[in-house]
C-alpha cells in the first residue's frame, strides 16, 4: 500500500503534526517518516489509526530526547541553502526609528528580562547560523548599511532610563566593521552618553575596527558556541578560535569585552564540548577584562520553525523535545537546568567572582540551581546588571 493512502485513517490534526515531524527527520538526515510507519497497516478505523499514530509520535519523541551525533549526519555546505549574502545597500533610508526593543515579552514572569534596548544599524546578515531568526526579520538578503546613522544617531531622543543599547538584534555588530563608519557613529554617540553602555556581538573574528578613540562605554562581545556547534550549525562565522582569539585582541589593547555562550545545544558529547569552550576561554583572557557572560538555549518561534523545516537544510538543532513555554519552543525545564548548571561549573572562581554571569530569556526559576543566585523581578535583576556593568568599567577601565 503506498504510504499516503495508509495516512488515510488520520485526523486532519494528526497528519498536520505528521508533516512537521517528517520535516524534522529530512533535516536531521536520519531515518524518513515511512521508515517509521508500519509497512503492513491498513486503515480500519480512527482508533487504530491513532494507535499508529501514537507509536510513530513515541519513536520520535524518543529521538528529540536522544541528543543528536554530529559525526552521523555532519553537515556540508553544499546543502546549505541559505547562501553567503555578499549584496550590500550601504546607503539604505531606514523608513521607521532605528531604536527598539530585545524580543523578551513586556512584564513577562515566564523569564528575566535585562530591559536591552536594540539599534538597527545594520539589516540582515551574511553568515548562515541554521538556527537563526534574523533572516526572518526581512523580506530579502540585502544587507542594508542605514545612511547617515551618525546623524540619526545625534537626533535621537533617548527615553529616560535607557543605560543599554546593543546593535546585534538585526544583524552581526562586526560583520563589517567600521567598513562604512558604523563603529565610528557609535562612538560618537557613546562619547555624547557615557551613561549608556553600547554592546556589540559578533560571530565574526574581525578586529581591524579597533583604535584608540573608541570610548570604554562600548563592550565588544563574542558569540561562542562549542566546537561541533559551530562548525556544524553556524555556517559561514569565524572558527571558534578565531572568535576567542579575536576577544582577546580586543582584551590585550586594554578594552572590555563580553561573551554569549548561547545558544546552547545538547547533542552527543556536548559536555566535553562547553568544557573544553570554557577552557579555552579563560586559557586565553584575563577575567578582569570581561564584563559579562550570557548564557541560553535554541527558543524557536512557530515562524523560525515553519522556515526551517521548508528549507529542508541538514540541521539537528530542531532534535529536541520542542516543549511549548509562552508561545516559544526550547527544551524541557530540567534539561535546561542540567545544560545552564553544568556549563557554568566549568568556570574559575575568579571568573564567578569577577564576570556577571547571566540567564539570557530564561524561566527565573533557573537561576538559582544553575547560577547560585536569583532575582524577584525583572528590575531587580537590571538594576544588579547595570551595577556590575558600570563598576567594572569604572574599576578596570576608567569609565
Known sequence: MDFIDSLQGLTFQQKRILTEQAQDLILWGGARIEDLWPSDYAPRNKVEAAKVFNSVMAQIDAMRRTPADFSENPASLSEIRTARR????PDFKAPQTIMGRCPCPDESDFLRCCNLKT???????????????????????????????EGKLAELEVPAGVWHIGTGQSSDSLLL????????????????????????????????????????NIVSTWSLNAEPVVNNEEHFTASLGARIKAA??????????????????????????????VKKLCDSIDSASVVMVGIGTLTFTKSNLKALRSSRAHTIVTQMPLESIAGKFSYPFEMKKEMFGTLYSYFPQDWKESVFFYLCMEDPALWE???????????????????????KLSDKFHC
Request: glycine share 6%.
Open 119 to 149: 539599534l538597527d544599524a545594520v539589516q540582515q546578515c551574511a553568515f548562515a547560523c541554521s538556527y537563526c531568526s534574523i533572516k526572518n526579520f526581512y523580506s530579502d538578503t540585502t544587507i542594508k548599511v542605514v545612511s547617515d546613522l
Open 177 to 216: 566593521g567600521n567598513d562604512y563608519g558604523t563603529i565610528t557613529a557609535l562612538s560618537s554617540f557613546a562619547r555624547r552618553h557615557p551613561e549608556i553602555i553600547i554592546e556589540l556581538k559578533t560571530k565574526s573574528a574581525r578586529t581591524d575596527w579597533l583604535n584608540p578613540d573608541i570610548p570604554m
Open 86 to 89: 555578499t549584496v550590500i545597500e
Open 369 to 391: 540551581p544553575c547560577l547560585g543566585r536569583s532575582y524577584a523581578s525583572n528590575a531587580e535583576f537590571e538594576a544588579d546588571m547595570k551595577a556590575h556593568y558600570f563598576k
Open 248 to 277: 582577546s585582541v580586543c582584551a590585550e589593547a586594554g578594552r572590555p569585552v563580553g561573551f554569549h555562550i548561547h545558544p546552547m545545544v545538547r547533542y552527543r558529547g556536548w559536555e566535553e564540548g562547553y568544557r573544553d569552550l
